[in-house]
């Protein structure tokens, strides 16, 4: 009775301890500069696994609030041309979902961002291509055993807001329509430079369909 009593202590303690690191771990996870050391981890990382400059000034996390705000992010294509740049970027995810592998993002923000999107050629992959690659799922060389089947990851997006969305489009070895008669003539869908705003409720995201009610568009070609 008394070894029994013993063990017991020793398993409450055991937890103890346990639930102390815990706590001690998420409370370290949102305290600045832990978070600012991951992150810059993760984007070397990045870096290292996509061969190209990725860099951002700075990353905060409220997992308690499920609040992420990215700051100043920036990643290069292979050529070293800035590809993507984004100057605010902020996610209110629904964490009470994730335990049963739901992404559900109440509210994403997206504030003054740049995109440069090109083809070298007409037939050429896009400048984006190698992203795509690099986490492209890859078949396995062995033979696979039999596992149980998990939930597929699903992903649902209620709101979305763009302010100030800079996106440029090239098919660099194609004439332009309007050479020589700016910002006049036919639409060219080889040379895109356009400033774009959107705010949206996203009802339904399927593979194949997309349900959303618009508030406000607004679209500035420039070519």
Request: glycine share 2%.
């Amino acid at each position: 009775m008394r070894r029994l009593k013993k063990a017991i202590y020793w398993i409450l303690g055991i937890i103890a301890v346990l639930l102390i690191l815990l706590i001690g771990i998420a409370y370290a996870l949102t305290t600045d500069k832990v978070q600012q050391w991951l992150f810059h981890k993760s984007l070397t990382m990045l870096s290292e696994h996509l061969n190209t400059r990725v860099e951002a000034d700075s990353l905060k996390v409220n997992p308690w609030e499920g609040k992420i705000s990215l700051y100043g992010f920036d990643i290069d294509d292979l050529n070293k041309e800035e590809m993507l740049r984004v100057d605010t970027l902020k996610v209110s995810l629904s964490t009470k979902h994730l335990l049963l592998r739901e992404i559900v993002v109440d509210e994403l923000e997206l504030r003054d961002a740049s995109a440069m999107i090109y083809k070298e050629r007409k037939d050429s992959a896009a400048n984006f291509q190698f992203v795509v690659d690099a986490f492209k799922k890859k078949p396995h060389d062995s033979i696979k055993k039999d596992k149980k089947k998990k939930k597929p990851l699903s992903f649902d997006l209620e709101k979305i807001n763009i302010t100030n969305l800079h996106l440029k489009w090239d098919v660099r070895d194609q004439k332009r329509k309007n050479e020589g008669r700016p910002h006049r003539g036919a639409f060219d869908a080889n040379h895109i430079d356009a400033q774009f705003d959107l705010t949206a409720s996203l009802n339904t995201i399927k593979k194949d369909s997309l349900h959303a009610h618009i508030k406000h568009l607004s679209l500035d070609d420039k070519t």
